[in-house]
């Protein structure tokens, strides 16, 4: 039966985590396994890599096949260089004493790049942040120049509008004046026509009194006469 190291799927959608497993090659991939090796979470960032370092490697001694991922995951935390070290060991190249040595300061070289990219992270993240405050900061510096300007702009505006009230209300008023005016102007000349007309009906009052006084007067004098001319003959 032949063995194959390789993931299985595992998490949400957007969220992948992977399970290590040992498994036949012949089941599918997210089927039956035969042994679980350790867990990989490709969404952090470094990668949390996990693994029972002495069971996996004792897989590969024993034969056991590769996928791609898998390969890249047990060379990145060591397990094919020790079992690159142990084969040498095994060939008589090296001791194992020696082995251990190179291996430790391989882990140690290891250790020190991981720190190195960590400390790289957190201080683009730092930047990163800060740039980002900095940009809000400038931001709503922008919003509030904004909002000044806008409430000027209102302010400005409101000021002219009452400006045009007043020029509005002035021109209401010298008109209402004016009209008043008119009116007063108008009732003075009624006033004085109806006057004049009362006069002229006294005047023709009086004349005709006068007429019919005079009327009544003539006669008299005309009977008068009359009455003294035979006397004289």
């Keep these: 039966m032949a063995t194959r190291i390789r993931l299985q799927r595992h998490g949400k959608k957007g969220k992948a ?8 090659s012949r089941a599918k991939r997210d089927g039956r396994f035969i042994e679980k090796l350790g867990t990989y979470n490709p969404v952090a960032n ?12 004792a897989w590969l001694q024993k034969g056991a096949e590769m996928s791609e991922t898998a390969r890249a995951i047990l060379s990145y935390k060591g397990v094919l260089h020790k079992n690159h070290l142990l084969k040498g060991v095994a060939k008589g190249a090296l001791t194992l004493e020696q082995a251990e040595a190179k291996f430790t300061q391989w882990l140690q070289e290891k250790d020190g790049k991981i720190e190195g990219k960590k400390d790289s992270l957190s201080k683009s993240a730092s930047k990163e942040k800060a ?33 045009v009230s007043d020029e509005v209300v ?15 102007a108008e009732e003075v000349v009624a006033e004085e026509a109806v006057a004049e007309e009362a006069v002229a009906e006294e005047v023709v009052a009086e004349e005709a ?13 005309d009977e008068s006469s009359a009455e003294e001319a035979p006397a004289a003959e």
Excluded: Q, S, W
């Design 17 to 24: 985590f992977f399970h290590l497993v040992a498994a036949d």
């Design 46 to 57: 470094p990668a949390v890599i996990d693994i029972n370092f002495d069971n996996t490697l």
């Design 131 to 163: 740039n980002r405050m900095k940009a809000e900061v400038e931001a709503n510096i922008a919003k509030a120049a904004m909002i000044e300007a806008k409430n000027t702009v209102i302010e400005e505006e409101v000021v002219a509008d009452e400006a």
């Design 170 to 184: 002035a021109e209401e008023a010298v008109a209402d004046e004016a009209v008043a005016e008119e009116v007063v």
């Design 209 to 221: 009194v006068t007429e019919e006084a005079v009327a009544e007067e003539t006669p008299e004098a």
